[in-house]
């Protein structure tokens, strides 16, 4: 959530608690009732939406990294067994297929350790009648074949948060729309109190103030990868404002387009806070759309990847 939209949410809240605290006054005005039952409705949905929008994901990545650390020492020990066997039966083929060092496993990318696992467990799947000496049974195959399972539903977990994320920004933006309106309505209904109720009046149009807090030096970082986790260099970002702010003076959402460098990274400085549509394109590759919402004092950040086209 944007600051803007935190300061317009907290005066959702106080303009609520000012007229539901006076409710023998508005009870008579025109079409009130309604529009301000529906107008808390709104108000209610945007604090649900704010709490998924803010979700942190850093429990999951917790999670996967102790599944990760699992499934390393379990291939590491059954391809130990397994490499014991190939060389025993002079299998020399096996051995090579098999031969995986902690290191490796350390250093490979979520997909490839998983595919390293699953080869290790088919590898002894279609040798287990004689792999019992060595350690390697059914019992083992299904304690190793689950933790594969585990490991392959944390890896998908942090970007389906995220992309649950992207879709309540989106949420996020429409629901302000409809409440600005009813707030609009509960505006008019208000002002028939001008002359009869004068201090209930400037009361309301006193908490109605939207009172923006907190400045501070923006920054994003985004990031490209290809589907093996390597870093792309020369990723173009194009960054267009899509919250109402407009970042040019002509009228028009200005753009802020950024390339990945040689790591696969780049960095944004004093970027305007808001909400963003961010279009990433390389020759070669598919085009992605995706959403971040940037906001002070905090490091936004953009990773996508890209598919071969």
Do not use: C
Request: aromatic share 6%.
């Amino acid at each position: 959530m944007t600051i803007q939209q935190e300061s317009r949410r907290s005066m959702y809240m106080s303009a609520t608690d000012y007229l539901e605290s006076r409710s023998e006054i508005t009870g008579n005005l025109p079409e009130f009732l309604k529009n301000f039952n529906e107008f808390k409705a709104r108000t209610a949905d945007i604090n649900r939406i704010s709490e998924l929008q803010n979700f942190d994901k850093t429990g999951l990545a917790k999670e996967k990294s102790q599944l990760q650390n699992v499934l390393i020492i379990m291939v590491k020990e059954n391809s130990l067994k397994l490499n014991a066997f190939a060389k025993l039966t002079n299998n020399i083929a096996l051995s090579e297929e098999v031969k995986f060092t902690k290191s490796k496993l350390s250093k490979a990318a979520d997909t490839i350790l998983k595919d390293f696992a699953q080869m290790v467990h088919d590898k002894a799947e279609q040798n287990l009648n004689s792999l019992g000496a060595y350690g390697i049974t059914q019992e083992t195959q299904s304690v190793l074949q689950n933790a594969i399972n585990a490991y392959t539903i944390a890896i998908a977990r942090p970007r389906l948060g995220q992309r649950e994320k992207s879709e309540a920004t989106k949420e996020l933006l429409e629901l302000f729309k409809k409440t600005e309106v009813l707030l609009d309505k509960i505006d008019a209904a208000i002002n028939v109190t001008v002359t009869s109720n004068p201090q209930f009046h400037s009361g309301y149009f006193g908490v109605r103030k939207v009172i923006v807090t907190g400045t501070g030096t923006l920054i994003l970082k985004g990031a490209a990868t290809e589907n093996n986790g390597m870093p792309l260099k020369g990723a173009k970002f194009t960054f267009v404002q899509n919250d109402g702010m407009k970042m040019g003076g002509n009228g028009a959402n200005a753009e802020i387009v950024k390339r990945t460098a040689e790591k696969g990274n780049f960095y944004v400085k004093n970027m305007p806070e808001g909400i963003y549509t961010v279009i990433v394109t390389k020759t070669g590759y598919k085009e992605k759309t995706v959403s971040v919402s940037v906001a002070p004092g905090e490091m936004a950040t953009v990773n996508v990847e890209l598919e071969k086209v």
